[in-house]
């Protein structure tokens, strides 16, 4: 596996031709020590600037025909993360990406993965990787058709259940 960062990983949606879809698997990335996540637990307001490059790379991506997707596995009632993520996720939206809950009751667990991923076009893997503060570092790449075509039944599976943003109510 190469560790991308960065342009590099950012390199991975320009040369995705059909689909970026992405899988989260964890309850929460940061603790609320992250200003944003800060903020929101103490409703105040945020501009989301610091959102900016995340959604204008997805409206590029979108742009240009290629669907981003990504399916979060929750735990019921959620915790504070999960709630601040469903708040900015109407964020993700509005930028083009189709994101989507599947409450984690729902799915056995041998069904998934314990890692988040990307799959590009259902041939990349990156396995995203965080430090213990939740600051993303990086994805990990295979092409490896194995872990490929394992990753995609995990996809397939996760999507075909997940929930739509609009329609998901937490339960």
């Known amino acids: 596996m190469l560790l991308t960062q960065d342009?590099?990983?950012?390199?991975?949606?320009?040369?995705?031709?059909?689909?970026?879809?992405?899988?989260?698997?964890?309850d929460a990335y940061y603790t609320s020590a992250y200003e944003p996540l800060?903020?929101?637990?103490?409703?105040?307001?945020?501009?989301?600037?610091?959102?900016?490059p995340w959604l204008n790379h997805v409206r590029e991506t979108v742009d240009r025909g290629v669907a981003v997707n990504r399916a979060r596995i929750v735990t019921v009632p959620h915790n504070d993360y999960t709630n601040y993520a469903k708040h900015v996720a109407r964020l993700n939206a509005q930028a083009g990406e189709d994101v989507r809950y599947l409450p984690r009751h729902l799915i056995n667990p041998d069904d998934l993965t314990t890692d988040d991923w990307w799959l590009f076009d259902d041939a990349v893997v990156a396995f995203t990787l965080f430090e213990p503060s939740g600051r993303w570092v990086g994805g990990a790449v295979t092409t490896d058709p194995r872990i490929v075509e394992y990753i995609h039944t995990v996809k397939e599976r996760v999507w075909s259940a997940a929930i739509p943003l609009a329609e998901y109510n937490g339960q």
Not at 20 to 25: K, P, T, Y
Not at 40 to 52: G, H, I, N, R, T
């Open 7 to 26: 342009e590099t990983f950012l390199n991975l949606f320009h040369e995705a031709e059909r689909e970026a879809f992405h899988l989260e698997v964890k």
């Open 38 to 52: 800060r903020k929101y637990l103490a409703d105040e307001p945020d501009d989301y600037e610091w959102f900016q």
